[in-house]
């Protein structure tokens, strides 16, 4: 009974019990206007969301996250700033997606491919790249690359330079005594480098695998000087006792950058004996014959596996020499040598190291002014080797005889897989023969491949 007269009465209950609590009262009750005018009673942030805001708020100076639960270290990650300092984040961060974030807020898409797939290895060496590329002599503090060091040593292994600035060279000034003139010419000192001394930087860099560098400029512009592009003697002492010091280097490029003969051979003497090296290009430069002699001593004395010297000045005795250490070298795989001016005497010595290396893969020998009787002594390695499989005689004029030569030794090859006859001055029929045996080679390679993959399975 006491049930249904609440039930049927409830305006009278609330009247009366209104009486009894003023507060209750809509008319009489106090309006409270929040600070923040987002705030609401329906939703009130957690204790543990409002530490964590904090933590994030105040990361730069007190960077708290190894403590955290898995998913407080999410929703940190989630909120913390790109830009924060790496000293700060380096090696305290290794998640992917943060790092992912900080490489597309300042280089929009990117391929991480290239990086192994680690976008943190990416950070760092796109921004050591950075601040190489951007370091000019005398004016930029060499701590500024040393203090990047201890946050990016673990993770570099490329470095893909693709300009060096020289020092800022002032004007001369002249004045009208020849006297002071004389004496400000003998007080003057020239710059202390110029371009980045390596030697400050590669030792440290314990996990470094390749070097790419281009001495020279990119974007110059109508400011064009002959000196931006000048790798000098004192810049090449410096690199090569850099190169010394990285024994974890395994690829070298040094291209477009007018290394001659006597900068290859400091180069090359910095790299004999070297534990790791694997891959030397030194190609687009001004090596010619003693410089072709010095890469050859390092053939004898190094695990190279590719080299290329192709777009230089190299002639007969340099091939000569090249050949005489590629005869007897048991580790090189491809050698590209196109754009060179080998001529003859440098195609057939080529041709009779054939004979001998049971090694090499690929050989490019496009663009060297040969003639017939480097088809013919080609022929005679092809019939006798059995490891060639990338051969490139392009643009020689090898001639309609050399071409007939050339297909009567293909005939008795079954390695030879691709063969680059292009602008040869061969006849059609040739060209059609040397192709029909390449594909019948494909075919033979295709059938071996797969007897081998059944084989192990």
Known sequence: CSFMNLTKYPARINRQTSTFNSAADPRKMRRIIAEDPEWSLAVVPLLANLCLQNIVKNFKEKPIFDELLPGHKAFVLEKLSTSLSLSVTANLISDEAYWKRCCESRWGLSDVSEYGHSWKRMLFERHLENIIELFIPDVTDPKSVLDVVPQCRNYVRRLKISQLLPPIREPPKFEEDDSSDSASDMGHEGPSMDHFDFSILLDKLTNLEELQLVYGVKGCGMNFEWNLFEFTFRDCESLAKALKSCK????????????????????????????????????????????????????????????????????????????????????????????????????????QALLKNQNLVSLHLGANEMTEPTATAMANALVHNSTLRNLSLACNRLGVDGGKVLEEGMSHNSSLVECDIRLTDMSLENEYCIGQILRTNQSRACRRQTQDTGATQ
Do not use: F, M, T, W
Not at 269 to 286: F, G, K, Q, T
């Open 248 to 351: 974890s280097l395994k690829v070298l490029r040094i291209q477009q950058s007018k290394v001659d003969d006597d900068k290859c051979r400091v180069l090359v003497s910095s790299l004999l004996d070297h534990p790791s090296l694997l891959e030397l290009d030194l190609s687009h430069n001004l090596i010619g014959d003693r410089g072709a002699r010095a890469i050859g001593k390092l053939l004898g004395r190094s695990h190279l596996k590719r080299l290329a010297i192709y777009n230089n000045q190299i002639r007969g005795p340099g091939a000569q020499a090249l050949s005489h250490a590629l005869a007897k070298n048991p580790s090189l795989v491809a050698l590209n040598l196109r754009l060179n001016r080998l001529a003859d005497e440098g195609g057939q010595a080529v041709a």
